[in-house]
């Protein structure tokens, strides 16, 4: 199966070369554990490869992102001002649009609409999208509308052939059943292991399925580091990555 580098070379390691072209895959986990690096690594690689990219924001500001892949060495502004990269921040242009007609309330909750919207009229040449966060998506929904939603932004992309990497904060994922596990080809969740006598944390990175490829190591150290996710070590694997 082709596959497309993550941009993190330890976890290409473990999938075959990186995500399955074409395909969906989610990543979730608590706040701050790698969710959105994990996402700025994957659209640095691509467009660093010549891939036609969009990210879509739903909370941050988009400020705040070219910062943080700045800071990290994995600066995406000059891709962006190429037009290799499109960013779509959902979220601030509603507010935008709010603030435009002095109203300020109920609108903002029509995110997937908007996604839906946006998607829907992108260009049959885009081959990375990346989507941070989903979660905002299972907000005023009931378990049903959210499934339609996903389902629609899921095919949508599968038909394009893009291949896309939904983020998802913990939180909305446990809300909504871990549906979303289900509705996609890959499943990833970051986990921080708290220690509270030491005062570190360990993260681990744990591929819970990934469909047609073989997984060897499912649970995988990782650090974050200035320059982004390292892999360290996997269980019952250790060392294999220096
Ligand atoms: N330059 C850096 N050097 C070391 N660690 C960093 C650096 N930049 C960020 N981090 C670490 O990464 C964490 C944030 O990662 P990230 O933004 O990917 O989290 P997230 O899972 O997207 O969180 P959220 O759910 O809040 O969006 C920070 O808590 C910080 O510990
Ligand atoms: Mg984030």
């Given at each position: 199966?082709?596959?497309?580098?993550?941009?993190?070379?330890?976890?290409?390691?473990?999938?075959?070369?990186?995500?399955?072209?074409?395909?969906?895959?989610?990543?979730?986990?608590?706040?701050?554990?790698?969710?959105?690096?994990?996402?700025?690594?994957?659209?640095?690689?691509?467009?660093?490869?010549?891939?036609?990219?969009?990210?879509?924001?739903?909370?941050?500001?988009?400020?705040?992102?070219?910062?943080?892949?700045?800071?990290?060495?994995?600066?995406?502004?000059?891709?962006?001002?190429?037009?290799?990269?499109?960013?779509?921040?959902?979220?601030?242009?509603?507010?935008?649009?709010?603030?435009?007609?002095?109203?300020?309330?109920?609108?903002?909750?029509?995110?997937?609409?908007?996604?839906?919207?946006?998607?829907?009229?992108?260009?049959?040449?885009?081959?990375?999208?990346?989507?941070?966060?989903?979660?905002?998506?299972?907000?005023?929904?009931?378990?049903?509308?959210?499934?339609?939603?996903?389902?629609?932004?899921?095919?949508?992309?599968?038909?394009?052939?893009?291949?896309?990497?939904?983020?998802?904060?913990?939180?909305?994922?446990?809300?909504?059943?871990?549906?979303?596990?289900?509705?996609?080809?890959?499943?990833?969740?970051?986990?921080?292991?708290?220690?509270?006598?030491?005062?570190?944390?360990?993260?681990?990175?744990?591929?819970?399925?990934?469909?047609?490829?073989?997984?060897?190591v499912?649970?995988?150290?990782?650090?974050?580091?200035?320059?982004?996710?390292?892999?360290?070590?996997s269980i019952g694997q250790?060392?294999?990555?220096?």
């Open positions: 199966m082709e596959s497309l580098s993550t941009g993190v070379e330890g976890l290409d390691l473990l999938m075959e070369g990186g995500y399955p072209k074409g395909k969906s895959i989610l990543v979730t986990g608590p706040p701050g554990s790698g969710k959105t690096i994990l996402g700025i690594h994957f659209l640095h690689r691509s467009c660093q490869e010549g891939k036609k990219c969009i990210l879509i924001l739903t909370r941050e500001l988009t400020e705040d992102i070219l910062t943080q892949a700045r800071r990290l060495d994995l600066n995406l502004e000059p891709f962006l001002e190429k037009g290799q990269l499109s960013i779509r921040n959902i979220f601030e242009d509603k507010i935008n649009k709010l603030k435009s007609v002095s109203k300020f309330g109920k609108g903002l909750c029509a995110v997937d609409t908007d996604i839906i919207e946006y998607l829907s009229s992108m260009s049959s040449e885009v081959d990375v999208v990346v989507i941070d966060n989903i979660g905002v998506m299972a907000i005023n929904h009931d378990i049903r509308e959210f499934a339609d939603e996903f389902s629609s932004i899921s095919i949508i992309l599968l038909k394009n052939g893009c291949t896309s990497l939904f983020i998802m904060d913990e939180d909305s994922y446990e809300m909504t059943h871990k549906l979303t596990g289900y509705m996609v080809f890959g499943l990833m969740r970051l986990i921080t292991q708290e220690n509270f006598s030491s005062g570190k944390t360990k993260q681990y990175l744990y591929i819970e399925k990934m469909r047609n490829t073989p997984v060897p499912k649970y995988s150290l990782f650090d974050i580091t200035p320059q982004g996710i390292r892999v360290i070590s250790k060392s294999i990555f220096k």
